[in-house]
């Protein structure tokens, strides 16, 4: 629309609102009145004839002095300037007071001025005055919403019958924006609620009919299409439980997220979300107290590799919302690192941001940033992650996860980094991939780091490089700078990240969008799920209360079967399994196993502050062997001999047993 249009289209409302402000004060002069009149006519038996003439008379002469008062009160409690089709409580509240004090001063000023009035004049006039001017004001939105019914009635059988699920004010309040727009073709059958008191009423009109028990009961008795899901103070497992049996109904799901909105008075049908796995987990998310995390980045340097990734970025997120001194963000990938760029720019304009494009791979690039910038701390979430890439790639997953840890952590330790974080994964755990292999080697990089220099033997950790050009001319000839190492070295292990580029959510999504089949690769097949910002919370904790060595370990509850995760999202988009969408089973995949764990039974597990983060104790293992053998598996690596590195990894991870041992 042009602005001349613009300009035209806002003038058109101005003059609309005039003209109905001016028909409402023509409306009020008649009305405040005619009140009075009709006080006197009830008075007399409705006969005018029978009417006093002194009565008439005082009436009639009081008409212009009660017109102009009424008028400046009506004006001055801003009854001209209501959007009536929206009135509520706060508009009766302003007509009450509008019609008590015009009442009381017609009381007063025409006994005074003109002549005492019968007292039926006074209290049917005020009475008579009130109806008048709050009907007419109501009679709008009356009309619009009986309209609203009408045209809900007569739409046709693809219009959605919906069910909704909770009868408290947020449901209410879903339930009244439903019935005021046109706009949502919609219509509430019934509602259910778990609250017996509510059983057998009506809301608005709509009946509740039950609890949860009957949930399929009432889809099935009123032809219901659509299931609201309107519980936003109820638990996770709560909501789990209501919405496992309504993904049973083969509705639409949806749900109001969460209490904020309720709280913000963001209630509407907008607001509902489409139900989403998370949803179904049935685990209250992880309350970390991340007071101490944020005090302690403030007025850091802090150097996330990895940083345009699914972690990485929202490491970046958290980090640049409470002032560090520089955040530096590190990838390969550029779109990536753009996008992450972009976002905080636009979100922190005061951020002093840098994105470095560069591999972790790359020992002279990670001397340079580190003798550049000196991060107080890092968070390394740079790591190639894919089960079967990795398995066809081995030697890449060795180079970049393996090789890059140490190059980033010897740079780290050199340049007296105060902690330095690795991203883990559950796949470490007894690893039957080289990908899992390669994460457990990282670990075991760690643990190595912060052995030798608790012992005070930093300088007997080897600086290894890919070849002799990439030696750097670095200030570690001599020796000195080993004298006072304190950098911190620990890990975060944790499951599969709901939502995190690749993962199988988004694949199924995309698989059901494109009308099938959902590829599943086993029906046995569980894993561990947990958000995003639960994995990121876990990692800050972990780089605040570091003690050097430690691998962080998340309990996230029961395991999810990933059939049964597809088979909710397939119901969840309203279609139904092995009918709509065909799930078919492919076999596990090169290097996967039907379970992840989380920890080594050898192990074992300490307590922290928060009951679902614990402390897995290092398996202790030769660390001069380990350097050594670390040296030759980068060569074989960088050759290429596949067989004789994967031979090698299995001696260095004693819990690595592929499922075709070389």
Not at 128 to 141: A, D
Not at 333 to 344: K, P, R, S
Not at 355 to 378: A, Q, T, W
């Amino acid at each position: 629309m042009s602005n001349t249009e613009l300009k035209q289209s806002g003038h058109f409302h101005i003059e609309h609102w005039h003209t109905i402000a001016a028909l409402l004060i023509v409306y009020d002069v008649v009305a405040v009145n005619m009140a009075y009149f009709l006080a006197l006519w009830f008075r007399f038996d409705c006969r005018f004839s029978r009417i006093d003439t002194v009565y008439l008379e005082s009436w009639k002469a009081f008409v212009p002095v009660y017109t102009v008062f009424c008028i400046v009160i009506f004006f001055a409690l801003k009854l001209y300037k209501s959007i009536w089709r929206f009135a509520s409580y706060n508009e009766l509240l302003r007509v009450c007071a509008a019609s008590a004090v015009t009442a009381a001063f017609h009381t007063v000023a025409i006994t005074l001025m003109l002549h005492r009035m019968p007292i039926s004049y006074y209290m049917m006039g005020a009475m008579f005055q009130f109806m008048m001017v709050l009907g007419i004001r109501f009679s709008y939105r009356l009309v619009k919403i009986a309209s609203n019914l009408s045209v809900k009635r007569r739409l046709d059988e693809s219009a959605g019958r919906v069910m909704l699920i909770g009868a408290g004010s947020a449901g209410q309040m879903i339930l009244r924006d439903i019935n005021r727009s046109v706009e949502v073709k919609d219509r509430v059958i019934c509602i259910i609620d778990d609250n017996p008191n509510k059983w057998n009423r009506d809301i608005d009109g709509v009946p509740v009919v039950g609890g949860r028990e009957d949930i399929l009961h009432a889809v099935e008795k009123y032809n219901i299409n659509k299931i609201f899901v309107a519980i936003p103070s109820a638990s996770a497992e709560n909501k789990r439980d209501i919405l496992n049996i309504c993904k049973e109904t083969n509705c639409d799901l949806k749900i109001l997220p969460g209490m904020y909105q309720f709280v913000l008075g963001d209630v509407s049908v907008s607001a509902l979300k489409n139900v989403s796995v998370d949803d179904l987990l049935g685990r209250e998310p992880i309350k970390a107290n991340l007071d101490e995390v944020y005090q302690y980045i403030t007025g850091k340097v802090v150097l996330v590799t990895g940083g345009g990734g699914s972690i990485g970025s929202e490491l970046c997120r958290q980090i640049a919302g409470h002032n560090p001194k520089q955040l530096i963000i590190f990838d390969i990938y550029e779109n990536n690192a753009y996008d992450i760029q972009f976002e905080l720019r636009q979100k922190y304009p005061d951020l002093n941001l840098l994105v470095l494009i560069g591999s972790v791979r790359d020992s002279r690039k990670m001397f340079d940033l580190f003798e550049k910038y000196h991060p107080n701390i890092v968070y390394h979430a740079a790591a190639h992650k894919h089960v079967p890439l990795m398995e066809d790639s081995p030697c890449e997953a060795i180079k970049n996860n393996a090789i890059g840890t140490y190059k980033t952590a010897y740079a780290a330790m050199v340049h007296g980094c105060e902690r330095f974080v690795l991203v883990s994964t559950d796949k470490a755990v007894n690893p039957t991939n080289i990908m899992g292999a390669s994460k457990r080697l990282c670990e075991m990089i760690i643990q190595s780091f912060d052995h030798k220099i608790k012992e005070g033997k930093a300088n007997e950790i080897p600086q290894i490089y890919t070849h002799v050009g990439e030696q750097t001319a670095d200030k570690t000839g001599d020796g000195e700078v080993f004298k006072n190492v304190k950098t911190e070295f620990v890990a975060v292990r944790f499951g599969n990240v709901l939502g995190s580029n690749g993962s199988v959510i988004p694949l199924f999504k995309k698989q059901i969008e494109a009308g099938g089949p959902v590829t599943v690769t086993h029906p046995d097949i569980i894993r561990y799920f947990m958000t995003i910002p639960e994995a990121v919370s876990l990692v800050m904790l972990a780089g605040t209360y570091a003690d050097g060595g430690q691998i962080f370990v998340l309990d996230m509850g029961s395991p999810v079967k990933i059939d049964t995760l597809a088979r909710n999202l397939i119901r969840l988009s309203g279609l139904r399994p092995d009918v709509d969408i065909k799930v078919e089973y492919t076999g596990l995949r090169p290097g996967e196993k039907l379970y992840e764990e989380k920890l080594m039974a050898e192990e074992g597990l300490k307590k922290t502050d928060n009951d679902l983060i614990h402390i897995g104790c290092p398996i202790p293992f030769d660390t001069d062997t380990f350097f050594k053998q670390l040296r030759l598996l980068m060569r074989l690596a960088y050759a290429n001999k596949e067989t004789d590195m994967k031979r090698l990894v299995q001696e260095m991870v004693s819990t690595y047993h592929p499922e075709h041992p070389v």
